[in-house]
């Protein structure tokens, strides 16, 4: 009897954060080690089905480092990074295409579809979704990019069908030319055009700590002002870094909030947004 009233007493608990996700729109980009283990990739597809069945229009954005450098090197060529950043070359970039939006995007799309048929995939050159441009303008054979523009129109148009869209980090310039962008910075870029409620970034670490071998000492809410003080201090270092600055871009631009989780903890996604503690660190205006 007692273990019923108690999941009575959840579901009562969880009805106010139903009733306020309700109607809402969450980017979610998905991830580090949360995409090579088939057990915590299904309680991530389990979390964004549970959202989208209570009425949250969730957009799903992914790259899939691990994956891309394990096919280079079936491929004999050495994975190469600058400041953190995939250096690619025409070689690599056909093969992070490949791997992307043939692979990645499409075993993802089939996990979501294994019961219920919600899930479309997209890359970025899908109906002009992003417009790319290269990151380092000075190397014309570096086909690493960035976002130009987002025409999020297709993205609507299956949000208002009921569908999940499943976006790969890949677009295309206006001449056609490929370019591999950063997944963070495709989510940042997408929520801003959608003015989302969310953006969520799952990544390896609990999210911002005054000291990162301590997950005791995680932040779980910041505004940017005290976001700018951490980063002065060299707290914020590394790759934490470029994730922040995706959150800081999106929040100067619409979107309501930005958090940073650890995608290696079970249900992470619900218990980050339909708790009132959450699990990882908030970051608003």
Sequence with gaps: MSNNFESVQVLSELLPFIRCCHGSTIVIKYG????????????IIEDILFLSYIGVKVIIVHGGGPMINYWLKQMDIEPQFLNGIRVTDKKTMELVEM??????????????????????????????????????????????????????????????????????SVASDLKGQAYNIN???????????LSADKLILLTDTQ?????????STLIKNLNMQQVENLKNQQIILGGMIPKVDCCIKALHNNVGSAHIINGNIKHALLLEVLTSSGIGSKLVI
């Design 32 to 43: 580090g080690s949360a995409m090579k283990d088939d057990d915590l990739k299904s309680k």
């Design 99 to 168: 791997v992307l939006v043939g692979k990645v995007n499409k075993d993802l799309v089939a996990l979501f579809n294994r019961s219920y048929n919600v899930a479309v995939g997209l890359s970025g050159k899908d109906a002009n979704l992003i417009t790319a441009s290269s990151f380092f303008t000075n190397q014309p054979n570096n086909y690493t990019g960035k976002v130009e523009k987002v025409n999020p129109e297709i993205i609507n148009l299956l949000l208002s069908s009921g569908y999940i869209p499943v976006i790969a």
């Design 183 to 193: 997944a963070d910075s495709v989510a940042g870029a997408i929520a801003e055009s």
């Design 207 to 215: 999210g911002i700590m005054l000291n990162v071998n301590s997950p």
